[in-house]
């Protein structure tokens, strides 16, 4: 299996805790999450939703059928992009808990549209994870630390940065990877698809991992939460993530601050490959 391939596969196994994570948020909402939920996406979907939800009249022939089905594909995928489009404006403007409506309805579409394991639903996938999980988490985080809870912050930190850690791992991999091809030092395996990175980490999401992954490093730093076996994997975190931006100055200096700060980098934990 490619890295490319791993990445999705990656965001795919993600999933099943988001929803998860969902049902279990879902089940105590109160009316301020309903009105997130509405103002987020269900007020700008309402109508478009009516035709895909309304059952069709008897159709007789195969060719009012499939023109029937057709339809219902197009208004699915228009209703894709709106509802990625709705979610990644929310994400922006830092309003994760009204983002994940929209990330999760984009993400029900597009299984409909394309299947429950498809490489179609990376976007999506993305989405949800930022507004749900690493964002969820880190607001969680911050709330339990301001209320000086420091061992359930610390949880919920480590959450975060393990999340960040693995998705961005899987990117410098496949980064790697295709330097390698270009390089003629070895070859894709046949059927490989070459994924971009800006196809799967755009400049919305770069903004979040700077600003969520700096506050943990800083919270690490200071004297209230622990730091022995944390500090060294957010900053290899950090190092992984200018890596992907070629900051080479910054990957080095957080690769260094990995290697010298915390024993947890004495295990064999952090690559020498990128």
Known sequence: MGASEKATMFLLRENTMVLAFLIVIGRNLDVAH????????????CQLLIPIRTAPTFLSSAKERKHNEEQLI???????????TVAQKLLFEGKHE???????????????????????????????AEASIAGGYF????????????????SLYSEVTNIWNTFLGELVEMEIQK???????????????VVELEDVFDEAQEAEAVQILHAVFDLR??????????IGKIALTLAMLYYLFLDFRKRTEF?????????????????NNF
């Open 221 to 230: 730093n200071q004297a209230y939460l622990p730091k022995q076996g944390k």
């Open 179 to 193: 330097t390698l091809w270009k390089a003629g030092i070895s070859s894709p395996e046949p059927g490989t698809t």
């Open 139 to 154: 607001h969680m985080a911050n709330v339990f630390y301001r209320m000086k809870k420091m061992d359930i912050a610390d």
């Open 74 to 84: 197009q208004r699915q995928k228009h209703l894709i992009n709106l509802t990625r």
């Open 34 to 45: 309903q009105e997130a939920d509405w103002n987020g996406i269900h007020e700008k979907i």
């Open 98 to 128: 009204e983002a994940i409506p929209g990330a999760l309805q984009s993400l029900r579409f597009a299984a409909a549209v394309y299947g429950s394991i498809s490489a179609e639903q990376v976007p999506s996938q993305l989405l949800l």
């Open 255 to 271: 690769d260094t601050l990995a290697t010298t700060r915390d024993t947890w980098t004495t295990h064999g934990e952090i690559s």
